[in-house]
């Protein structure tokens, strides 16, 4: 498929790299859980199978007394932005 549409080698599911940000955004959070109410996701550009991702994810917000935490995160291939979202979660625990 990836190759059909101009990509030179086999690319990850956008989703999958997605997944693999959702322990950046548990150490961000610091708590033993969460669930996620709500998410944005920008996929900026493809990555391939091989590729080596650097993720990051920053608290934006809390609201402590309902137990809401917005975090804002990304995932580089080098110096290139490949995916970035925000995630609105409930903390648990």
Request: aromatic share 4%; proline share 4%; charged share 10%.
């Amino acid at each position: 498929f990836g190759r059909g549409h101009g990509h030179a080698a086999r690319i990850a599911h956008g989703l999958l790299v997605t997944s693999c940000c959702l322990p950046a955004i548990a150490a961000a959070l610091g708590t033993p859980g969460f669930l996620c109410v709500a998410q944005s996701i920008r996929f900026h550009k493809p990555v391939q199978l091989h590729d080596a991702l650097t993720l990051r994810a920053t608290v934006a917000h809390v609201t402590p007394a309902v137990q809401l935490a917005v975090v804002n995160y990304e995932a580089r291939v080098g110096d290139s932005v490949v995916l970035s979202g925000e995630v609105h979660t409930r903390l648990l625990g």
